[in-house]
Protein backbone atom coordinates (compact mmCIF):
# COMPACT_ATOMS: atom_id res chain seq x y z
CA UNK A 1 0.00 0.00 0.00
CA UNK A 2 2.87 2.10 0.75
CA UNK A 3 4.62 1.46 -2.37
CA UNK A 4 1.50 2.32 -3.90
CA UNK A 5 1.16 5.57 -2.61
CA UNK A 6 4.93 6.76 -3.45
CA UNK A 7 4.38 5.84 -6.85
CA UNK A 8 1.20 7.72 -7.39
CA UNK A 9 2.50 11.16 -5.58
CA UNK A 10 5.86 10.59 -7.87
CA UNK A 11 3.81 10.99 -11.02
CA UNK A 12 1.50 13.74 -10.11
CA UNK A 13 3.07 16.54 -11.53
CA UNK A 14 2.75 14.99 -15.03
CA UNK A 15 0.40 15.55 -17.53
CA UNK A 16 -1.14 12.89 -19.60
CA UNK A 17 -2.63 13.85 -23.56
CA UNK A 18 -2.83 17.15 -25.56
CA UNK A 19 -3.05 19.89 -22.69
CA UNK A 20 0.93 18.69 -21.26
CA UNK A 21 1.85 20.29 -24.79
CA UNK A 22 0.65 24.14 -23.72
CA UNK A 23 2.10 26.12 -20.75
CA UNK A 24 0.19 25.06 -17.47
CA UNK A 25 -0.12 28.40 -16.03
CA UNK A 26 -1.81 30.32 -19.06
CA UNK A 27 -5.83 29.84 -19.38
CA UNK A 28 -6.30 32.67 -21.29
CA UNK A 29 -5.37 34.82 -24.93
CA UNK A 30 -5.84 38.10 -25.87
CA UNK A 31 -5.32 38.65 -29.55
CA UNK A 32 -4.83 42.04 -30.49
CA UNK A 33 -6.11 43.37 -34.15
CA UNK A 34 -2.94 41.57 -36.72
CA UNK A 35 -1.05 44.70 -38.29
CA UNK A 36 -0.67 44.50 -41.72
CA UNK A 37 2.15 45.70 -43.40
CA UNK A 38 0.57 44.75 -46.79
CA UNK A 39 -1.43 46.92 -49.39
CA UNK A 40 -4.36 44.16 -49.93
CA UNK A 41 -6.98 45.26 -47.55
CA UNK A 42 -8.36 43.00 -45.13
CA UNK A 43 -5.15 40.61 -44.29
CA UNK A 44 -4.88 41.52 -41.07
CA UNK A 45 -8.54 40.78 -40.36
CA UNK A 46 -8.60 37.50 -41.70
CA UNK A 47 -5.65 36.47 -39.95
CA UNK A 48 -6.40 37.64 -36.71
CA UNK A 49 -9.89 35.68 -37.04
CA UNK A 50 -8.01 32.20 -38.44
CA UNK A 51 -5.27 32.82 -36.04
CA UNK A 52 -8.55 32.61 -32.58
CA UNK A 53 -10.06 29.49 -34.54
CA UNK A 54 -6.99 27.93 -34.59
CA UNK A 55 -6.70 28.46 -30.71
CA UNK A 56 -10.02 27.95 -29.78
CA UNK A 57 -10.55 25.02 -31.79
CA UNK A 58 -6.36 22.94 -31.27
CA UNK A 59 -5.44 24.17 -27.36
CA UNK A 60 -6.78 24.53 -24.65
CA UNK A 61 -6.20 28.54 -24.00
CA UNK A 62 -9.82 30.79 -23.90
CA UNK A 63 -9.35 33.61 -26.26
CA UNK A 64 -10.78 36.91 -24.52
CA UNK A 65 -11.05 40.20 -25.51
CA UNK A 66 -9.11 42.26 -23.18
CA UNK A 67 -5.34 42.69 -21.96
CA UNK A 68 -5.80 41.60 -18.76
CA UNK A 69 -5.44 37.51 -20.31
CA UNK A 70 -2.94 35.78 -19.00
CA UNK A 71 -1.05 35.68 -22.00
CA UNK A 72 -0.60 38.34 -25.20
CA UNK A 73 -0.28 37.07 -28.71
CA UNK A 74 0.52 40.01 -30.95
CA UNK A 75 1.29 38.95 -34.52
CA UNK A 76 2.54 41.51 -37.37
CA UNK A 77 2.04 40.50 -41.17
CA UNK A 78 5.33 41.58 -42.62
CA UNK A 79 5.08 40.40 -46.31
CA UNK A 80 2.75 39.05 -49.02
CA UNK A 81 4.06 38.17 -52.32
CA UNK A 82 2.14 36.91 -55.35
CA UNK A 83 4.54 35.71 -58.21
CA UNK A 84 3.73 33.41 -61.58
CA UNK A 85 5.62 30.15 -61.65
CA UNK A 86 4.33 28.64 -64.95
CA UNK A 87 3.11 30.54 -68.33
CA UNK A 88 1.56 29.45 -71.40
CA UNK A 89 3.01 30.30 -74.43
CA UNK A 90 1.19 33.78 -74.96
CA UNK A 91 2.78 34.54 -71.30
CA UNK A 92 -0.93 34.25 -69.62
CA UNK A 93 -0.12 33.25 -65.59
CA UNK A 94 -1.25 29.56 -65.61
CA UNK A 95 0.16 29.30 -62.04
CA UNK A 96 0.68 31.70 -59.26
CA UNK A 97 2.23 31.44 -56.12
CA UNK A 98 0.91 33.18 -53.22
CA UNK A 99 3.17 34.08 -49.95
CA UNK A 100 2.75 35.26 -46.91
CA UNK A 101 4.81 35.79 -43.49
CA UNK A 102 4.57 36.82 -40.45
CA UNK A 103 6.46 38.13 -37.27
CA UNK A 104 5.08 37.00 -33.78
CA UNK A 105 5.47 37.79 -30.21
CA UNK A 106 3.63 35.53 -27.05
CA UNK A 107 3.98 37.44 -23.59
CA UNK A 108 3.02 36.89 -20.17
CA UNK A 109 1.21 38.99 -17.91
CA UNK A 110 4.27 40.70 -17.10
CA UNK A 111 4.57 41.37 -20.70
CA UNK A 112 8.18 39.13 -20.44
CA UNK A 113 8.52 37.03 -23.33
CA UNK A 114 6.79 33.24 -22.99
CA UNK A 115 8.89 31.83 -25.91
CA UNK A 116 11.04 34.09 -28.32
CA UNK A 117 10.05 35.90 -30.95
CA UNK A 118 9.11 33.58 -33.37
CA UNK A 119 10.12 34.07 -36.82
CA UNK A 120 10.31 30.58 -38.41
CA UNK A 121 8.77 29.26 -41.46
CA UNK A 122 12.40 28.65 -43.28
CA UNK A 123 15.08 26.04 -41.84
CA UNK A 124 17.39 29.34 -40.60
CA UNK A 125 17.38 30.04 -36.54
CA UNK A 126 14.53 33.31 -36.76
CA UNK A 127 13.09 34.10 -39.64
CA UNK A 128 9.56 34.89 -40.74
CA UNK A 129 6.87 32.15 -40.31
CA UNK A 130 5.99 31.86 -43.85
CA UNK A 131 3.08 30.40 -45.86
CA UNK A 132 2.73 29.23 -49.55
CA UNK A 133 -0.33 28.64 -51.35
CA UNK A 134 -0.45 27.95 -55.37
CA UNK A 135 -3.39 29.41 -57.46
CA UNK A 136 -4.27 27.54 -60.60
CA UNK A 137 -6.98 29.51 -62.50
CA UNK A 138 -8.10 26.35 -65.01
CA UNK A 139 -8.78 24.56 -61.97
CA UNK A 140 -11.14 26.92 -60.44
CA UNK A 141 -9.21 28.59 -57.84
CA UNK A 142 -9.41 32.33 -57.11
CA UNK A 143 -6.89 34.99 -55.70
CA UNK A 144 -9.63 34.73 -52.87
CA UNK A 145 -9.88 31.09 -52.29
CA UNK A 146 -5.92 30.56 -52.70
CA UNK A 147 -5.59 33.68 -50.21
CA UNK A 148 -7.74 32.00 -47.81
CA UNK A 149 -5.45 29.00 -48.02
CA UNK A 150 -2.52 30.94 -47.42
CA UNK A 151 -4.23 32.25 -44.13
CA UNK A 152 -5.56 29.37 -42.63
CA UNK A 153 -2.03 27.70 -43.29
CA UNK A 154 -0.32 30.50 -41.70
CA UNK A 155 -2.64 30.41 -38.87
CA UNK A 156 -2.07 26.95 -38.11
CA UNK A 157 1.91 27.51 -38.17
CA UNK A 158 1.29 30.74 -35.65
CA UNK A 159 -1.45 28.45 -32.88
CA UNK A 160 1.33 25.82 -33.18
CA UNK A 161 4.55 27.49 -32.05
CA UNK A 162 2.53 27.96 -28.43
CA UNK A 163 3.41 24.30 -27.94
CA UNK A 164 5.87 23.84 -25.00
CA UNK A 165 9.31 23.09 -26.60
CA UNK A 166 10.21 19.61 -25.15
Not at 5 to 11: D, P, Q, V
Not at 58 to 68: A, I, L, S
Amino acid sequence: MLLLLGMASGCASYQVGSRSLYAPDIQTVYVPLIESDSWRRDLGEQLTEAVIKEIELHTPFKVVGTPDADSILSTRLISDTKRVTIENQNDDPRAVEIQLQAEITWLNRRRQPLQPTRCIGLPAELLPIGSTTTLIAEAGQSVATSQHQALQRLAQQIVSTMEESW
